[in-house]
């Protein structure tokens, strides 16, 4: 379970996590779950492209998670961001259909984007992962503290300067490197799954932001080298037990804070907290 290509799996995969567990906590503290979901599943739709053509996926990835972000960002200026981001996926994923018509060839390489291959990751694609996601790890850092702020807080941000159009742009741009980081190893439609069920069981369990950043990244390691075990063991698809993991921990995390909500509550909420 752990020599040969497991090890590549075993990095990967944790890389990811890390990743997932740190945009995640943003990604459910600002409501947009739907942008995480509509960004992986149009950029595969420049998987399928760059296939077609002969260029390395990871660019068309990045692309479309770009143009993705930036659609879903400059309509959403003029209409609800739902819509916008309704529209997005929309019309990527009749380009990614468009593609897929044009090509039999690539199947199992663009089925793979779908639903993850963290067990074919090679070498040679560590570095690009971890590369980018050191990057999204960085902004993350950079942007933390207007970030949340904005996130929690909106008027408030507003009144200290900080533009809540720009960092919702940046924030999309935030998702759009973490999909082309992760839909190559976990898939375009279980990155979702990291992304939305360790954060949200994270944010029941504390209202400390750090405190529910690192449990959040806690959850999303412990759910993908549980798959990857499970899998290895069961000789299951991972992306089944990423899936009911992820789908647990939320459920658990919903049932703690409504036991905790029958217990007395203190008569202050301390500045720096947020509420679950």
Not at 15 to 26: L, T
Not at 140 to 163: C, I, N
Not at 241 to 268: D, E, M
């Amino acid at each position: 379970m752990f020599s040969g290509f497991m090890v590549n799996a075993w990095e990967a995969a944790t890389i990811v996590a890390v990743v997932a567990g740190v945009v995640g906590f943003f990604t459910v503290l600002r409501g947009s779950a739907f942008a995480a979901h509509a960004l992986p599943n149009g950029a595969f739709a420049g998987a399928a492209g760059a296939s077609l053509v002969g260029v390395n996926v990871i660019i068309g990835l990045g692309v479309f998670a770009l143009l993705g972000a930036l659609t879903i960002a400059g309509l959403g200026r003029r209409a609800r961001q739902d819509v916008a981001t309704a529209l997005a996926i929309v019309m990527m994923l009749g380009l990614g259909a468009l593609f897929l018509s044009m090509t039999t060839e690539y199947a199992p390489e663009i089925y793979s984007l779908l639903f993850g291959e963290v067990l074919g990751v090679s070498s040679n694609e560590l570095l690009p992962t971890a590369g980018i996601g050191m990057v999204c790890i960085g902004v993350v850092f950079l942007l933390y503290r207007p970030l949340l702020l904005s996130s929690v807080m909106p008027d408030a941000a507003e009144a200290r300067g900080v533009k809540g159009r720009q960092m919702d742009l940046a924030f999309l741009i935030l998702i759009a490197l973490a999909t082309t980081m992760a839909v190559p190893v976990v898939g375009s439609l279980l990155i979702f799954s990291l992304l939305i069920g360790p954060p949200a069981a994270a944010r029941s369990f504390t209202n400390k932001p750090l405190h529910a950043m690192g449990l959040s990244v806690g959850f999303a390691l412990g759910t993908v080298w549980a798959a990857i075990a499970l899998s290895f063991t069961s000789n299951l698809p991972i992306g089944f037990f990423v899936g009911a993991i992820s789908a647990c921990s939320y459920a658990a995390g919903r049932g703690w804070a409504a036991w905790r909500r029958t217990r007395p509550l203190p008569p202050t909420l301390p500045a720096g907290f947020l509420p679950v």
